[in-house]
């Protein structure tokens, strides 16, 4: 019997070691098991001794369209989806800290859109180059939950003001706006992508192992003062947030194509 492929690739080239999300037909949505493979993947090339630059990229048009909300659902219908929701959180809340721990310098890749957790994700790399084609939108109020894990990375990249943006209008910003906002670092066409991101490899290999390490630590430091502690807080946040009626009536709606209860209805929602 063959073996399925396996949600995250990994090509290691000296170095520099790239992780590549493999669901492309799911839109690299986050399963429980493509978050357990990341975890290990990140987890293996970070106790790496030779490892100076890590990739985090994706297969497909869609760099991670967060979490897998049809398994989200399933597990709601089960008794037992209080604790489930609250181990899924976990699960999430120790990939994005895992990946801030990272000693050496992280690159966020996308070729296309990163949404939800798949945005939180890109908030914990260090560095993000995207392709034009790509926009960001953490659209979780819509489904009746909560960004709250995702909350405190984008407040630390961005500010306050921008994160407000995001989080309450839902709506979603492209990769130029990203970019004047800070929110990704350089933006090329798709067909550049590929250049792009060996042209800032080369360029952050120039560096010293030891002096980028120590940058990383003051960066947190001075800018991210009770970034882990504001983490820790908002797990709480995020699995209470699954909990509520609201959040099982959104993610009932996004699945079933239709407006959730509580949107106002317009004449067309209304046919």
């Not at 909560?146 to 961005?158: F, Q």
């Not at 980028?212 to 946040?237: D, H, I, N, P």
């Amino acid at each position: 019997m063959t073996s399925p492929a396996p949600l995250v690739d990994i090509d290691r080239q000296g170095p520099v070691t790239r992780l590549i999300l493999n669901r492309p037909e799911k839109r690299n949505a986050l399963s429980r098991q493509l978050i357990a493979e990341l975890t290990q993947a990140v987890t293996a090339a970070s106790q790496d001794p030779e490892l100076r630059v890590l990739v985090l990229t994706a297969r497909g048009p869609v760099f991670c369209a967060g979490m897998d909300l049809a398994e989200m659902q399933e597990r709601a219908a089960r008794p037992e989806s209080r604790e489930l929701w609250r181990e899924d959180t976990e699960v999430y809340h120790r990939l994005l800290v895992l990946l801030l721990e990272v000693r050496v310098p992280v690159v966020a890749v996308l070729p296309g859109p990163a949404l939800a957790g798949g945005l939180g994700v890109v908030l914990a790399c260090d560095l993000v180059l995207a392709a034009d084609s790509a926009f960001f939108s953490l659209p979780e109020p819509k489904r009746g939950i909560t960004a709250a894990i995702v909350s405190p990375l984008l407040a630390w990249r961005v500010g306050v003001s921008q994160s407000s943006w995001l989080l309450l209008s839902g709506h979603s910003i492209d990769s130029a706006e990203a970019h004047r906002h800070g929110l990704c670092h350089q933006v090329v066409s798709a067909d550049e992508l590929a250049a792009a991101e060996e042209s800032l490899v080369r360029s952050i290999l120039s560096g010293s192992p030891a002096a980028l390490a120590v940058t990383k630590q003051q960066l947190q430091a001075c800018s991210g003062a009770g970034l882990l502690e504001q983490l820790e807080s908002a797990r709480e946040a995020s699995a209470t947030a699954r909990e509520t009626s609201e959040a099982r009536e959104g993610l009932a709606a996004f699945l079933e194509k239709r407006p959730p209860a509580w949107q106002p209805r317009t004449d067309s929602s209304a046919e």
